[in-house]
């Protein structure tokens, strides 16, 4: 191995720790703006020259900040957004890594370059990344002084952003099984719901509305989930087995 390449395995195996300790944030909790504050101050001990991260998201109402490591990392954001341009807008937007000082962004980017001088910023680099799967972002990160971003950084970027975005994806596939879990599940007690009130309209002579508050007050009464209640109505009515064990043992209220 030789002298070069001795850094860059040593980065690499900095890049496995930070993915490493992302997965565990992402054992922990779905959301997303808690999994990508856990990116953005990963990302700064992964690229040796960054001082500060932030992830920029583009929004249906426009783009704006989610994540940062420095407040001032917000202040040149938004500098951005009021240009409507900038480095992490154009990663996000284009798919492309961005690496640029910015003094030579002056021309291109006024207000940006302006604000950054005034914070002390002397080097930019983005790179896209895929929040969700309908909404692009880009991780931001800033370089104090005149050191800069070298290519090696933007590679070691490049490597953690496709690793972290792999991740978040499969969260976000967990999300959607959840979600369409609980539409299965809401739709199967409405159904249920609307059997117990037709049995009582037309037992009882109810109203539709009638039946409803009817199923509503003995749910309170009895302390338990309306489509608990409603499910051993049904199943009384019609001679059937009970309710579940596991939705009768839940006895939570309504």
């Known amino acids: 191995m030789t002298d070069q390449a001795l850094p860059a395995a040593a980065q690499i195996a900095e890049i496995a720790s930070a993915v490493q300790e992302l997965?565990?944030?992402?054992?922990?909790?779905?959301?997303?703006?808690?999994?990508l504050q856990a990116v953005a101050e990963q990302v700064v001990s992964v690229v040796p020259g960054a001082d500060m991260a932030s992830i920029t998201v583009l929004g249906e109402a426009g783009p704006y900040t989610s994540a940062s490591t420095d407040p001032r990392a917000w202040h040149?954001?938004?500098?951005?957004?009021?240009?409507?341009?900038?480095?992490?807008?154009?990663?996000a937007r284009t798919g492309a890594l961005v690496r640029i000082e910015v003094p030579t962004a002056a021309e291109l980017?006024?207000?940006?370059?302006s604000v950054?001088?005034?914070?002390?910023?002397?080097?930019?680099?983005?790179?896209p990344l895929t929040v969700e799967r309908h909404a692009a972002g880009a991780v931001n990160l800033f370089s104090f002084g005149t050191h800069g971003f070298h290519e090696i950084d933007a590679q070691f970027l490049r490597l953690y952003t496709v690793v972290a975005q792999a991740a978040m994806h499969s969260v976000g596939q967990a999300r959607v099984a959840e979600e369409v879990e609980q539409l299965r599940v809401a739709m199967a007690s409405r159904?249920?719901?609307e059997q117990a009130k037709g049995i009582l309209m037309a037992v009882r002579g109810l109203t539709e509305d009638?039946?409803?508050?009817?199923?509503?007050?003995?749910?309170?009464?009895?302390?338990?989930?309306?489509?608990?209640?409603?499910?051993?109505?049904?199943?009384?009515?019609?001679?059937?087995?009970?309710?579940?064990?596991?939705?009768?043992?839940?006895?939570?209220?309504r």
Not at 76 to 91: K, M, S, V
Not at 109 to 113: K, L, N, Q, V
Not at 116 to 127: D, H, P, R
Not at 233 to 244: D, I, K, L
Request: with cysteine; net charge negative; charged share 20%.
């Open 23 to 35: 997965t565990s944030v992402l054992a922990r909790t779905t959301n997303k703006e808690t999994i």
């Open 76 to 91: 040149i954001d938004d500098a951005q957004y009021a240009e409507n341009d900038g480095p992490c807008l154009r990663a």
């Open 109 to 113: 980017w006024p207000t940006f370059t």
């Open 116 to 127: 950054s001088q005034e914070i002390g910023v002397g080097s930019f680099l983005a790179a």
């Open 191 to 193: 159904a249920v719901i």
């Open 210 to 253: 009638q039946a409803f508050q009817a199923l509503v007050s003995q749910s309170q009464r009895d302390n338990v989930k309306l489509r608990v209640l409603a499910r051993r109505f049904v199943a009384m009515a019609t001679g059937g087995a009970a309710g579940s064990a596991a939705e009768d043992g839940d006895s939570s209220a």
